[in-house]
Nanobody, 125 residues
Framework: VQLQASGGGLVQAGGSLRLSCAAS????????MAWFRQAPGKEREFVST????????YYTDSVNGRFTISRDDAANTVYLQMNSLLPEDTAIYYC???????????????????WGKGTQVTVSS
């Protein structure tokens, strides 16, 4: 599976962006998907996951209520809608895929199987 994230950019605080992650290869619908981010000088952190079935989603506390993850299996794409953006959301955002068939809450805790190149999100104050 190859993953390509897009949709990043520069936005003012309070604004919105929608990230997309397009997957190539077969059986995208069998993978749980995740978004991670890495800010300058910081370690990569988990942002959100969606289970392979789309039946469950999970968010880190700092984005819960502002970000929404979704997937379109027909388009082999996972999305991250980001609203009410804050300067601290500035980071490179990465999408990742896992073959583990578990809930979104558990999905991100083990190593992901595939990673895409990141897309830069910059939120100005």
């Amino acid at each position: 599976v190859q993953l390509q994230a897009s949709g990043g950019g520069l936005v003012q605080a309070g604004g919105s962006l929608r990230l997309s992650c397009a997957a190539s290869g077969r059986q995208f619908s069998s993978y749980g998907m995740a978004w991670f981010r890495q800010a300058p000088g910081k370690e990569r952190e988990f942002v959100s996951t969606i289970s392979w079935s789309g039946g469950s989603t999970y968010y880190t506390d700092s984005v819960n209520g502002r970000f929404t993850i979704s997937r379109d299996d027909a388009a082999n794409t996972v999305y991250l809608q980001m609203n009410s953006l804050l300067p601290e959301d500035t980071a490179i955002y990465y999408c990742a895929a896992s073959s583990r068939r578990t809930t979104a809450r558990e999905l991100w805790k083990d190593a992901m199987d595939y990673w895409g190149k990141g897309t830069q999100v910059t939120v100005s104050s």
